[in-house]
């Protein structure tokens, strides 16, 4: 059973930076390929980045590319989320991710809490 501890987020003024970390468990992380999303109150859960076994990372999030970076450390079975220049609109509950090979994204976690404001 795979499970997710989200952390690293909280309140930060317009243009600031945040670093959310993901440990992952039940598993090996070099197994599956990682990903990002967030998710705002009456709307659908948003693709962000994700990185594939091979560390290629893909933006699904137009809005994010230049601001934010995924990585990953298999040896810490932790993912992370280095998240720059931040928007208010970047407010959201953020889950991290992981995709067996050929299958969807489909474990979730509690997710963690980004707030940017002023």
């Known amino acids: 059973q795979l499970q997710f501890v989200e952390s690293g987020g909280g309140l930060v003024q317009p243009g600031g930076s945040l670093r959310l970390s993901c440990v992952v468990s039940?598993?090996?992380?070099?197994?599956?390929?990682v990903g990002w999303f967030r998710q705002v109150p009456g709307k659908q859960r948003e693709g962000i980045l994700c990185?594939?076994?091979?560390?290629?990372?893909?933006y699904y999030a137009e809005s994010v590319k230049g601001r934010f970076t995924i990585s990953r450390d298999n040896a810490k079975n932790t993912v992370y989320l280095q998240m720059n220049s931040l928007k208010p609109e970047d407010t959201a509950t953020y889950y991290c991710?992981?995709?067996?090979?050929?299958?969807?994204?489909?474990?979730w976690g509690q997710g963690t809490q980004v707030t940017v404001s002023s």
């Open positions: 990185m594939s076994r091979a560390h290629n990372s893909a």
């Open positions: 039940g598993d090996t992380l070099n197994y599956y390929a």
């Open positions: 991710s992981v995709a067996p090979p050929g299958e969807a994204y489909h474990y």
